[in-house]
């Protein structure tokens, strides 16, 4: 069966689930995947569920594949678009403050995440007099999934660049996170003149995996790894990888927030999207380009972090050279030449969910040192 037949009766499928609500946390966010001797960094399907714990996987909430049942913390927008021949739309928010200062701050998630998962950041930067924009990228959470896409930094670059000329946003302070990081470098590369700051979270692509020995995945193999994603998995992971160990019962809405995608009826299409994303992020590097950056730079790094793509698929001794995130974030703040470091000593890969006051104080901060105007 084809996936557009399959995105079809999926469509029809949702109709008639029985969707538990979502449940969000108030301050905080997050998603998962396996301990560290089962997956994939940053990627939660690379282990399956044992045995016992699968029917209480499955027990859980089922969501359609863009994500409908689950609610964001604000009203979700369409931006309807056509790329490589192909009609899609783009889920944003976009929040307007009470008291506005002038600036805009785009938000890019990062591979496990979504947009709904800023959201105690959303409040916060609000609360400061910023506009706010958080999409879903194409391929991600409440945006279409299309069967066949030429992923590229550049292309999602540029869909985000189309979202906010479409709004009138011509100025911005660009907030990446994990994967969002290496998209928010490849924007700022693009559009230097539109860039105000750029902000970077704990960004993968500090590193290249490819080149420091992590053997290639097809995407068929990340597709049925893909395939294999439980909750169990993806709790697993975020504990091990994104919390240094720790875990709270406000990370659970975020861990069913992906599962549920996958115990819907478009699984096979989300899963498909998935594979194709982590192609694209094992195969672009952007650690080659962080000299190029002209605008000011804050670094946000949770010095606790672990995150590599491929880790657990490569060799032993390659393994334990990855995902160096204290020496990673240094070294892009030496490369990146107008660059500020702020290192949180005990937070890994989500600093802005483990320790939401301390993050936003940084973040806060560090985007008040910018003049509003250049």
Known sequence: MSFRRRSLLAMLGVCALTVAPAVLAASTGSSASPAATASAADAPGAAAAAPASIAADNAGPAYGPELQGFNYPAPV???????????????????????????????????NFCAATWDATIRRLSDAGYRVIAPDQIGFCKSSKPERYQYSFQQLARNTHALLTSLGVSDATVIGHSTGGMLAIRYALMYPRETQQLVLVNPIGLEDWKAKGVPSLSVDEWYERELKTTADGIRRYEQSTYYAGHWRADYEPWVQMLAGMYRGPGKQIVAWNSA???????TQPVVYELGQLSMPTLLLIGQKDTTAIGKDAAPPDVREKLGHYPELGRAAAKAIPHATLVEFAELGHAPQMQ??????????????????NR
């Open 77 to 111: 927008e369409q931006f309807d678009f056509t790329s490589q021949g192909v009609a899609l739309h783009m889920a944003y928010m976009d929040i307007k403050p009470a008291n506005p200062n002038g600036r805009t701050a785009v938000l890019l998630h990062g591979k």
């Open 276 to 282: 194709l994303l982590y192609d694209m992020i094992y």
């Open 355 to 372: 320790d939401p006051q301390a993050f936003h104080r940084a973040l806060v901060d560090g985007m008040a040192a910018v003049p509003g």
